[in-house]
């Protein structure tokens, strides 16, 4: 089977970039393990909603339409939303089709790819990545000397509150992820003890706006990759300790130790079945205290530079963390009353089935705003940073897709090769189609 | 921050630094370090360490003189107070890495600063260490840091070097953080 660009993946970048495909008539298809937005279905919890704000859930062409464009999608309509739009573009999605390997045609490296599936093999001209930041979850080392008795789940295959055992749950990780299961699991009448290292604190609300509207009109989130002055560190900040809810409520750290969570330090080891909490959630704390004070400060003078202190309430500045004098640095497994832990840790992309010397030493796919290093033609979307702080965002796919498409499109017509051998070729509709089937031709 | 005619000079080389990273990035064995001290007891509590030599950059490396340190433990505890008690030590390896990662950050960060101080105490109950009370640990129950920094930038932006000093500094994060020892006997 042959075609210009393999999509792998139909989420919403996949399918976005579909739609950006398509209206450049570039020939492709999606090719989708499960079905359209799988990851949503399968691999979040049932309760889990959207952090950004509805009017915020939009891809090129399609948004939200709903009465509550201030609300929260949860996963039933999150679901709808994006399979709604895969049928509203036509996307030539094949569900159901698993890929093994993506690697050179036999031709050679940098001649086209091949994408080979379940359902067969598919060769193109350029294969975009979008099957998620998010298939695996990360499961830290300190993970192997939990006592057996404990119950051990991941944020990937917690299903709620009343599928883990009656008793206290201790949460490892303070990202959205960790807040938001720790608020959930709190609620439902558990014990639960949260460990938290470096966080990211955000309030939910701002002057009365959310804080995602803020940083969308200030341009925060327009921040692009190759302007920051640390773009490793940019792609490794932890996701903000937020939540959608229908009140709009704010986690963090003070509101869930006022609710009974008990707060310690990051996870730092299990020595002998008792759990080693770090020192440092002190100085964690402060830095995320502070940072969120300069992004205030930063959406405060954008907010008078554009006019709009009127129209808005005043500033302010959010209470300091809270800490107990002394929280504690140890917990003992064996005799506490902890009997499921959580990790909620990350996730991290899972590429195995990329064959191509794209890696980096973390196994990480090396990429300059998602055109793939020396792999011509091979592209990622959906990852955190990707092209702009947006890009982790649903939304970010809209402005992402516009550029690498724009990319796609000036390779497939100008790659090294293109313009003799499509000469050769019959009619094309464009020049660059032409090269890699003679390619495979020879392979 | 003031606005200065002189450069911000805190006695960091940092072209040097960010060369340094570059070349880490680059090549990431460069980065494997060992550090190394040797110690012989002297006579009762007293003991004599010295440190010289360490690996890194690829190779074996060494300061340009043997430091030598004396430990000891002072009169109260029976002890000839040669020197600074191990405890002590401890506390004088992480005042010694926070501040030199106050003066990196601020240098990073173009502040110029003028003084940094900073005092340290750690509580500790000698029942632990004696053997007296298994429920007492025998390290410190805490350690408190208190940093005097005087420095053009507002008190928002010192506190943020100072976590941030704390956030990479190796010593902190070695007693924050529990650490796998390995000992072994002749």
């Known amino acids: 089977m042959e075609t210009t660009t393999v999509i792998i993946g139909a989420g919403h970048s996949g399918l976005a970039m579909s739609r950006r495909l398509s209206d450049r008539s570039i020939d492709h298809v999606v090719l989708e393990r499960g079905q359209v937005a799988n990851s949503w279905r399968t691999e979040r919890w049932p309760t889990l909603r959207l952090q950004t704000p509805n009017w915020q859930t939009r891809l090129p062409g399609h948004h939200y339409v709903g009465n509550d464009p201030d609300g929260f999608m949860g996963m039933p309509e999150l679901i709808d939303f994006i399979t709604g739009y895969a049928g509203t573009i036509e996307a030539p999605v094949h569900t159901g089709t698993t890929v093994f390997s993506v690697r050179p045609v036999p031709g050679g490296y940098g001649e086209g790819y091949e994408v080979v599936t379940d359902q067969g093999t598919w060769r193109a001209d350029s294969v975009v990545l979008a099957s998620g930041p998010a298939n695996v979850a990360v499961v830290p080392a300190v993970a192997a000397g939990v006592p057996e008795a404990i119950t051990t789940r991941t944020s990937m295959d917690y299903k709620g509150p009343d599928t883990i055992p009656d008793g206290g749950v201790l949460i490892v990780g303070g990202s959205a992820t960790g807040v938001q299961l720790a608020e959930e699991i709190h609620r439902a009448g558990r014990p639960v003890t949260l460990a938290v290292g470096e966080h990211v604190r955000l309030p939910r609300l701002y002057r009365g706006r959310d804080i995602l509207w803020w940083m969308d009109a200030a341009g925060v989130l327009d921040e692009r990759y190759d302007e920051v002055d640390d773009l490793t560190r940019a792609r490794h900040v932890p996701s903000p300790q937020i939540i959608g809810t229908p009140e709009r409520i704010t986690i963090d750290l003070n509101s869930l130790a006022a609710r009974g969570v008990r707060v310690t330090g990051r996870l730092a080891g299990v020595r002998d079945g008792v759990a080693q909490f770090s020192g440092s959630l002190r100085n964690q704390c402060t830095l995320a205290d502070l940072k969120l004070n300069r992004l205030l400060a930063t959406l405060d003078e954008w907010c008078t530079r554009a006019g709009l202190d009127t129209d808005v309430e005043r500033p302010r500045r959010f209470e300091e963390t809270r800490l107990d004098a002394a929280p504690a640095l140890t917990l003992d497994l064996r005799r506490s009353d902890i009997r499921t832990i959580i990790w909620a840790c990350g996730y991290r992309a899972d590429h195995s089935w990329v064959d191509l010397p794209v890696f980096d030493r973390h196994q990480r796919i090396r990429h300059d705003g998602g055109v793939v290093t020396d792999a011509p033609g091979l592209y990622l979307l959906g990852t955190k940073f990707l092209r702009r702080r947006r890009s982790t965002y649903i939304c970010g796919a809209e402005q992402d897709t516009l550029e690498l498409s724009a990319h796609l499109h000036h390779f497939l017509d100008h790659h090294e090769g293109a313009i003799a051998l499509s000469a050769m070729d019959g009619p094309a509709s464009r020049p660059g189609t032409t090269r890699s089937r003679l390619a495979f031709a020879k392979g | ?186």
């Open chain 2, 1 to 186: 921050m003031t606005i200065t005619s002189t450069p911000v000079d805190n006695g960091i080389n940092l072209p040097a630094l960010l060369d340094a990273r570059e070349a880490l990035t680059a090549d990431p064995v460069l980065a494997e370090f060992e550090w190394r001290a040797s110690c012989s007891w002297v006579n009762g509590t007293h003991s004599h360490s010295t440190v010289e030599g360490f690996t890194g950059l690829r190779g074996e490396q060494s300061h340009k003189t043997v430091f030598h340190y004396d430990i000891d433990h002072p009169e109260c505890f029976a002890s000839e107070d040669h020197g600074a008690t191990p405890i002590e030590m401890v506390l004088v390896g992480l005042a010694g890495c926070l501040v030199a990662g106050v003066a990196s950050v601020a240098q990073m960060r173009e502040i110029q600063l003028r003084s940094v101080s900073a005092t340290l105490s750690g509580d500790m109950n000698l029942l632990g260490v004696l053997g007296l009370d298994p429920e007492v640990r025998n390290g410190f129950g805490g350690i408190r840091v208190h940093f005097d920094v005087d420095a053009d930038a507002s008190k928002a932006d010192i506190e943020a070097i100072v976590a941030q000093s704390q956030k990479r500094s190796a010593v902190y994060d070695i007693v924050t953080n529990p650490t796998n020892v390995t000992v072994t006997v002749n």
